[in-house]
Nanobody
Framework: QVQLVESGGGLVQPGGSRRLSCAAS????????MGWYRQAPGKKRELVAT???????NYADSVKGRFAISRDNANNTLYLQMNSLKPEDTAVYYCNVVEVQLRVGKKYDYWGQGTQVTVSS
């Protein structure tokens, strides 16, 4: 079973930058997708960005051009570089991993505990 631990959250000024990390313990299947989601108070959890094991990236329109997702496959670590931060980016950010075993038709979905990002002056 995979466990995910997020880190790097905190307080940052509008226009500033922050980098989040997600460390995955346990081995990951070769076919997987890692991603970041966020949830603000009173709102539903929303997708921020995803990256596949092959390097394909997808971003929410609200963060395109400002955020960058990347992964270190050797260490099973996911990153989110956040630039030009806005107050509306304030939320709890969650790490997610989806694993797929095509030959046996199995799929697994894991979530971290989340890390708080607050954008305020």
């Amino acid at each position: 079973q995979v466990q995910l631990v997020e880190s790097g959250g905190g307080l940052v000024q509008p226009g500033g930058s922050r980098r989040l990390s997600c460390a995955a313990s346990g081995s990951l299947f070769s076919i997987n997708v890692m991603g970041w989601y966020r949830q603000a108070p009173g709102k539903k959890r929303e997708l921020v960005a995803t990256i596949t094991s092959g390097g394909y990236k997808n971003y929410a329109d609200s963060v395109k051009g400002r955020f960058a997702i990347s992964r270190d496959n050797a260490n099973n670590t996911l990153y989110l570089q956040m630039n030009s931060l806005k107050p509306e980016d304030t939320a709890v950010y969650y790490c997610n991993v989806v694993e797929v075993q095509l030959r046996v038709g199995k799929k697994y979905d894991y979530w971290g505990q989340g890390t708080q990002v607050t954008v305020s002056s």
